[in-house]
């Protein structure tokens, strides 16, 4: 945790989820009003085909919904794609660029994931900007190079604390079970801190950094206890309503 930040805990449905599931997200609606919600804040990511309607869920709870992806541009042809305008016309606040699959399966290219931020931007919402090594990348030893040029390539000048999220998600980590050790995440975190102070000043060291890959109720304790890890982003395990709302819960633990 970074002293007087407010955590963030943020699950990203992807390519998952249909109206079916909206009874997850009012459980996780009904699950965060509670005072805790005042310390930490709560968002689910679902589908875009499901955005309006689940904004529309949580009209009197805290829970915050935004979208896994967005445009460059507020509009145009690009057929298949939504803009930062729609999602904030869907009342959503956030939405996530750089998703390590959107690199892999699109080919996003840092410039392209920085484009993406800075169209977030523009329509109101905060951008959570991942980044995070390969496994080819770790066993290289380069994982704090990945960072730098990650972070300095993919955030926008114009990031602020208020405007930005960094999410450090090591791909081997994503949706394998595996997570790396406690100092591992602890060095990782320090490192980005320092990166986004040298560039950023006081704003850089307000701004959240999530760690994501694997997060579970069984880890999340010690892994959202790590100096510097400002939440988490959360895959599969933020389709249940119970191990969301377990993951958020740790934080009446770490902040009582
Ligand atoms: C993710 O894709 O953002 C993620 C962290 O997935 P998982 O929690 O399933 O590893």
Same mark, same amino acid.
């Given at each position: 945790?970074?002293?007087?930040?407010?955590?963030?805990?943020?699950?990203?449905?992807?390519?998952?989820?249909?109206?079916?599931?909206?009874?997850?997200?009012?459980?996780?609606?009904?699950?965060?009003?509670?005072?805790?919600?005042?310390?930490?804040?709560?968002? #689910?990511?679902?589908?875009?085909?499901?955005?309006?309607?689940?904004?529309?869920?949580?009209?009197?709870?805290?829970?915050? $919904?935004?979208?896994?992806?967005?445009?460059?541009?507020? !509009?145009?042809?690009?057929?298949?794609? #939504? !803009?930062?305008?729609?999602? =904030? +016309?869907?009342?959503?606040?956030?939405? $996530?660029?750089?998703?390590?699959?959107?690199?892999?399966?699109? =080919?996003?290219?840092?410039?392209?994931?920085?484009?993406?931020?800075?169209?977030?931007?523009?329509?109101?919402?905060? =951008?959570? $900007?991942? @980044?995070?090594?390969?496994?080819?990348?770790?066993?290289?030893?380069?994982?704090?190079?990945?960072?730098?040029?990650?972070?300095?390539?993919?955030?926008?000048?114009?990031?602020?604390?208020? !405007?930005?999220? #960094?999410?450090?998600?090591?791909?081997?980590?994503?949706?394998?079970? @595996?997570?790396?050790?406690?100092? +591992?995440?602890?060095?990782?975190?320090?490192?980005?801190?320092?990166?986004?102070?040298?560039?950023?000043?006081?704003?850089?060291?307000?701004?959240?950094?999530?760690?994501?890959?694997?997060?579970?109720?069984?880890?999340?304790?010690?892994?959202?206890?790590?100096?510097?890890?400002?939440?988490?982003?959360?895959?599969? =395990?933020?389709?249940?309503? !119970?191990?969301?709302?377990?993951?958020?819960?740790?934080?009446?633990?770490?902040?009582?």
């Amino acid at each position: 945790m970074t002293p007087n930040v407010r955590p963030l805990v943020a699950g990203n449905w992807k390519m998952n989820g249909t109206r079916a599931s909206l009874d997850q997200i009012k459980a996780i609606a009904e699950g965060v009003k509670t005072p805790l919600s005042e310390k930490v804040e709560a968002l #689910i990511c679902p589908p875009a085909t499901l955005l309006y309607v689940a904004t529309a869920l949580c009209d009197d709870s805290p829970l915050l $919904i935004g979208a896994q992806d967005c445009h460059q541009n507020k !509009s145009g042809p690009h057929t298949g794609d #939504i !803009s930062g305008e729609m999602i =904030a +016309d869907c009342f959503g606040t956030h939405v $996530i660029v750089g998703h390590s699959e959107r690199r892999t399966d699109h =080919a996003e290219t840092d410039h392209l994931v920085r484009a993406k931020a800075e169209a977030a931007y523009e329509a109101g919402l905060t =951008a959570i $900007i991942c @980044v995070g090594e390969t496994a080819d990348e770790r066993r290289a030893g380069q994982t704090l190079d990945i960072l730098k040029r990650q972070l300095s390539s993919s955030v926008p000048a114009s990031a602020t604390a208020a !405007s930005t999220v #960094i999410a450090y998600e090591p791909v081997w980590a994503i949706g394998t079970g @595996v997570t790396p050790t406690l100092e +591992d995440v602890e060095k990782a975190h320090a490192f980005m801190r320092a990166e986004l102070v040298s560039r950023f000043g006081s704003d850089g060291r307000k701004m959240r950094i999530l760690y994501g890959g694997s997060v579970k109720p069984s880890n999340a304790g010690e892994l959202m206890g790590i100096d510097n890890v400002d939440g988490a982003l959360i895959g599969g =395990a933020s389709l249940k309503a !119970s191990d969301f709302l377990a993951i958020y819960r740790v934080y009446e633990q770490l902040l009582a």
